[in-house]
């Protein structure tokens, strides 16, 4: 958890140092006109991080980071944590979409893309949604050392997700599939995409 100045800071330092970052936003419903937005999580693959918007913590220097075209932001299903984030003022460069990804990897194939079993393919991790629940309109603010866990847990394999990913989207010659499925995804948006970096 950053709470503080300084730990927003101390995050921004370790974080701004790298290439690919995890990115997850909790919310407390399905669109940003009627739900609010709880958090942000990043995570470089070890070093993870939760800012508790819902306590009026704001992102500061972490802001940056999602501005910034040189750091791949990698969501899974980013158009709605985009939403989100936008209408918190939070704008984001240099997009890869697991989602999307798998999608155009698994195409015909009858295979989910949701996050948790998309991670189970690759990497058999088991990754627990039961605590996804407790994020409505009723919930009471705390934050839990479960439900920060939770929520770290969607974003820590990201990056070794979105490398495998790649490495697949280039053997079978879907890269440009890909990036015509993102670019379609977020035709009103201005984003940069990962699949440009090599």
């Known amino acids: 958890m950053a709470r ?4 927003i800071e ?14 997850d936003t909790e919310t407390s419903g399905l669109s940003a006109k009627h739900g609010r937005l709880f958090s942000v999580q990043f995570s470089d693959g070890s070093y993870n991080v939760l800012v508790p918007i819902s306590e009026g ?16 932001k990698i969501f899974h299903n980013a158009k709605f944590d985009l939403e989100f984030l936008n209408a918190n003022g939070y704008s984001v460069e240099n997009v890869f979409d697991t989602m999307i990804a798998e999608k155009v990897l698994t195409r015909g194939a009858n295979q989910s893309a949701s996050l948790a079993e998309t991670l189970y393919r690759y990497f058999a991790v088991d990754l627990d949604k039961s605590q996804r ?9 705390i934050w839990t050392g479960e439900l920060v866990d939770y929520a770290l847990s969607d974003v820590v394999h990201l990056p070794r997700l979105m490398a495998e990913q790649m490495a697949w989207l280039e053997k079978l010659g879907l890269g440009e599939e890909f990036e015509r499925q993102l670019q379609k995804i977020f035709a009103h948006e201005t984003h940069k995409t990962g699949e440009k970096k090599k």
Do not use: H, M, P, Y
């Not at 503080?4 to 730990?7: D, P, R």
């Not at 140092?17 to 995890?22: H, I, Q, S, Y």
């Not at 913590?57 to 791949?72: F, P, Q, R, T």
């Open 4 to 7: 503080t100045k300084l730990e």
């Open 10 to 23: 101390q995050a921004f330092e370790r974080l701004s140092a790298a290439a690919v970052l995890g990115c």
């Open 57 to 72: 913590v704001e992102l500061g220097d972490l802001a940056g980071i999602l501005k910034d075209a040189g750091v791949i």
């Open 133 to 141: 629940a407790k994020f409505n309109r009723a919930w009471d603010g």
